[in-house]
């Protein structure tokens, strides 16, 4: 069966969205990575190309293949979800943020193949590959993500950004919903 027929099959009749349902979800799909690779595409000078395979009212699942240039710090707006990783690593930086100040980073850690890890509602990282093997990962996210917010740690600004750009500073004006300047901590 076609991966997205299964994700649609598994994601639109999902009765709980909690997190550990979720993951439960994601992994009873068992996508490999041969499923995924008809999706994945040049990310043409941004960190990764994304493709959504499924969104509804309470969920989306993307696909993103990398390029070996880190996103930017983000949060996921009012969503939470699951990153798989589905080839290669990823090196990850969890921020803190208080109120109207720039993000600190906490920790960086890395994810390697195969592993499955959280991205909590209102919560900061940034992303990128790791190492040689080409970087490929799969999301969940409920709901989908709106509001998301990019942070600028150089200018010491933030955006929020449309649903349709990914995790950097957008280039079009179109995307930038709301931008915020941020005080240094």
Not at 27 to 43: K, Q
Not at 47 to 63: C, F, K, N, T, W
Not at 137 to 151: C, D, E, Q
Request: charged residues 30%.
């Amino acid at each position: 069966m076609e991966v997205n027929k299964r994700i649609r099959e598994k994601f639109s009749g999902l009765k709980s969205h909690q997190p550990d349902d979720l993951k439960k979800a994601l992994l009873d799909l068992d996508v490999s990575l041969e499923e995924l690779e008809e999706f994945l595409h040049d990310p043409d000078g941004k960190p990764y190309y994304r493709q959504m395979l499924y969104e509804d009212d309470h969920v989306e699942v993307i696909v993103m293949n990398w390029a070996d240039i880190a996103c930017a710090p983000h949060d996921h707006g009012h969503s939470s979800g699951w990153i798989q990783v589905m080839s290669g690593n990823t090196k990850q930086t969890i921020y803190k943020a208080k109120g109207d100040e720039l993000p600190r980073p906490l920790f960086t850690e890395i994810k390697e193949k195969g592993k499955l890890f959280f991205a909590p509602k209102k919560g900061i990282h940034k992303m990128g590959s790791q190492g040689e093997e080409p970087l490929v990962t799969l999301h969940l996210y409920s709901p989908p993500i709106r509001g998301m917010k990019v942070y600028d740690l150089k200018t010491c600004a933030a955006c929020v950004v449309s649903s349709d750009c990914g995790a950097w500073w957008p280039e079009e004006q179109r995307q930038r919903l709301e931008e915020i300047k941020l005080q240094r901590g």
